[in-house]
């Protein structure tokens, strides 16, 4: 596995690492589930239950809007390793044409949006950086 595509390796991925930095500087890391279409990934606040509604992701990305997202793949047999990271600028999107494209990839990609909601704002980053490294 070494010639690789770093894009469908991550838009493959059934989840990944969102990595914001707070406008004080402190970093902030939590699982999302995410769609990629072409350079552009969306991940969404769904109606899962949550400590609150006030989500330290999006404060984060309204403060500074460069994120980092990190999908990889770790097996016992070490040359199987991989990781593929997407480094871009995000915006929150609380309605509008973004929040449609976000939602319906979304529900496309996971069957599970058939029964949770996505009530919540889109998260779009406009990735201008891939990297990724393979065992």
Same mark, same amino acid.
């Given at each position: ?30 699982? @999302? ?6 350079? @552009? ?42 990781? @593929? ?30 029964? @949770? ?19």
């Amino acid at each position: 596995m070494t010639d690789i595509d770093p894009r469908a390796l991550f838009g493959q991925a059934p989840e990944a690492q969102l990595a914001t930095v707070s406008a004080s500087g402190v970093p902030h890391l939590v699982p @999302v589930v995410f769609a990629l279409l072409d350079d @552009v990934v969306y991940t969404a606040v769904d109606a899962k239950r949550k400590s609150t509604k006030k989500l330290r992701r999006l404060a984060n990305i309204e403060a500074n809007p460069n994120v980092c997202m990190l999908v990889d793949h770790y097996a016992d047999d070490w040359s199987q390793l991989w990781w @593929v990271r997407a480094d871009g600028l995000a915006a929150v999107h609380y309605g509008g044409e973004e929040m449609g494209t976000g939602y319906y990839l979304l529900r496309r990609k996971y069957p599970q949006y058939q029964r @949770v909601a996505l009530d919540g704002p889109v998260i779009r980053i406009e990735v201008h950086r891939w990297s990724s490294w393979v065992a």
